[in-house]
């Protein structure tokens, strides 16, 4: 089935837990899996380094539901869909398998593309062709570009997100740079509109949405000893999201000890920073990765 797009050594297919089809993609300078359902990376180890990504071990694997951790992609919608709850949180294309469309690999890069399109079964959710698109490139960094193209004949608009859970030593060792003079959307405290007014160090339970936070990032880790560039485009949100050892207790494929080894920090667009897209155009977020050691002066 993917013996077109196999590369030895670089890109290899293969039956991951659950049986979900897993893609390997490895260069000289790293490893990353990625889950064919909801083309959803799983982990990024550059080489010689710990996992940028968190996973939780109390995952369940399971076809059509979204894999805890790693970088879903939430798509057309972020969040719980504006008019209708009955509709999946986050929208479907996290759920969905998606299709290789194409690999390659020089000497520095290895790159795939994952492409989903309207079906039935979309259609039923979102009544709009669309052409979507995950190019997933890995070279001394981890770049991915989620692109929009409207293939219908009236403008959409979307909101998404790169999801991303990265892995800390612990809630309480790490500060995020980036945010500081931005305003966020405090969801729990019904959207309330608050000022950033120092960098973050993060206390959870929080759930915010950062307006016209296009800046990159930088996640340091104390504890791990490291940086981790977020060099983000076409992303105006920025979302950061820890549920808290309480709430997380509640969470059957998180649990209260693993919800103090990771940190979302999402690359998107959501809120007040929806999307137009107009007929036959594209839109596309771009979220590149970096990780450097922690400099002690």
């Known amino acids: 089935m993917f013996e077109s797009f196999t590369l030895p050594e670089r890109v290899c297919f293969h039956p991951g837990p659950g049986q979900l089809p897993l893609c390997e993609l490895s260069s ?8 064919l359902q909801g083309a959803q990376v799983l982990s990024y180890t550059p080489t010689g380094q710990p996992d ?5 071990p109390l995952s369940l694997y399971q076809q059509g539901k979204s894999i805890r951790g790693g970088i879903p992609v939430c798509w057309p919608w972020f969040g719980d869909h ?3 709850a009955d509709k999946p949180a986050h929208g479907f294309a996290r759920n969905a398998l998606w299709q290789v469309r194409s690999s390659f690999a020089d000497d520095e890069k290895t790159h795939i593309q994952l492409g989903l399109t309207e079906s039935a079964t979309t259609e039923g959710l979102w009544p709009t062709p669309f052409d979507l698109t995950l190019d997933i490139e890995l070279g001394t960094t981890l770049k991915l570009t989620l692109t929009t193209r409207n293939t219908g004949p009236h403008s959409v608009v979307i909101t998404e997100a790169l999801h991303t ?5 612990g809630t309480d060792k790490i500060q995020i740079e980036g945010l500081k003079d931005c305003r966020y959307r405090d969801k729990l405290e019904g959207f309330a509109v608050k000022p950033q007014q120092e960098e973050l160090t993060p206390t959870p339970p ?3 949405v950062y307006d016209h936070a296009e800046s990159n990032l930088r996640l340091i ?3 791990l000893g490291r940086v981790i560039t977020i060099d983000k485009r076409s992303s105006e949100s920025t979302i ?6 309480a709430v997380a207790a509640t969470i059957e494929d998180i649990g209260a000890e693993a919800s103090t080894r990771y940190i979302c920090i999402e690359s998107g ?3 007040q920073n929806a999307v137009s897209i107009p007929p036959d155009t594209c839109h596309a977020l771009v979220m590149e990765l970096t990780s450097t050691p922690l400099s002690v002066d």
Request: aromatic share 12%.
């Open 269 to 271: 667009n959501a809120l």
């Open 165 to 169: 859970y990265f892995s800390v030593s």
């Open 82 to 84: 504006a008019e209708d």
């Open 52 to 56: 940028l990504l968190w996973v939780s």
């Open 206 to 208: 929080l759930d915010r």
């Open 28 to 35: 000289p300078a790293g490893r990353a899996v990625i889950s």
């Open 240 to 245: 950061v999201w820890n549920p808290g050892q």
């Open 221 to 223: 880790d104390n504890g």
